[in-house]
């Protein structure tokens, strides 16, 4: 089935430095990538849609400087924490659509990055 | 307010028990529905995925089941397993112009024991 990787899986920060999480698909080429935040007991929460080639697409109430989102090629996305503050403290999940598969609409989903901003 | 509700929040179970979970939904129109699990810690699995004309799908012991005309589904697990606990998520797909979007339920979590 349909892999999707990242990297890393947890990761510990200071506040104000800035972390960049990497979101693969392994077997695969993903046209369209997603970002996800999951605070505690709640549900995902899309933050942005990332398009190969072209300016992702945000939310309503994400801030685009804050969260940079780069998908430079069919097997890559990278989001760009900026100027992290523990309130970005979260569950950050990528997924990835397999747009040969029969069910194009798919999303695979990666394992998450947890994310602990001191 | 959420267009996907699920219930119960949470529950317990003993192992080779069953068990039933509801997804209530208001997204419309409507293209699919599906039921991920969500392991601690990591990203959803999908389970199950039914569209409007579908009213039953099975995956192992997992049995989804979709009313399209009340906007509701379940999820029925058999013969639990301690390996059934875990957080399962209703994710429902609409039509139109944002075709990929989804909305998500906030899961239920079931915990198995012994």
């Known amino acids: 089935g349909a892999v999707v990787s990242q990297h890393p899986s947890w990761v510990i920060c200071k506040s104000g430095t800035s972390v960049k999480i990497e979101c693969r698909s392994l077997?695969?080429?993903?046209?369209?990538m997603f970002w996800y935040r999951q605070f505690p007991k709640q549900s995902l929460m899309l933050m942005a849609t990332?398009?190969?080639?072209?300016?992702?697409?945000?939310e309503q109430g994400v801030e685009k400087d804050k969260f940079l989102i780069n998908h430079a090629s069919l097997t890559l996305s990278t989001l760009t924490v900026t100027s992290a503050h523990p309130e970005d403290s979260s569950f950050y999940i990528c997924?990835?659509?397999?747009?040969?598969?029969?069910?194009?609409?798919?999303?695979?989903f990666g394992p998450g990055t947890r994310l602990t901003v001191l | 307010k959420n267009q996907v509700e699920q219930s119960p929040q949470s529950l317990i179970i003993l192992e080779g028990k069953n068990c039933t979970l509801q997804?209530?939904?208001?997204?419309?129109?409507?293209?699919?529905l599906r039921w991920y699990k969500q392991d601690t810690g990591r990203g959803p699995v999908s389970l199950t995925i039914?569209?409007?004309?579908?009213n039953t799908k099975s995956n192992g012991r997992y049995t989804a089941t979709l009313d399209a005309d009340t906007k509701q589904s379940s999820l029925h697990i058999t013969a639990s397993q301690l390996s059934d606990s875990a957080s399962y998520i209703c994710?429902?797909?609409?039509?139109?112009?944002?075709?990929?979007?989804?909305?998500f339920g906030a899961g239920t979590t079931v915990t198995v024991r012994a």
């Open positions: 077997d695969f080429q993903a046209t369209t």
């Open positions: 994710v429902v797909r609409g039509r139109g112009s944002n075709d990929y979007k989804l909305s």
């Open positions: 039914m569209t409007f004309s579908e």
């Open positions: 997924s990835a659509r397999d747009p040969d598969r029969v069910e194009a609409d798919t999303q695979y």
């Open positions: 997804c209530n939904y208001t997204v419309s129109p409507f293209s699919n």
């Open positions: 990332s398009n190969e080639g072209s300016k992702a697409t945000y």
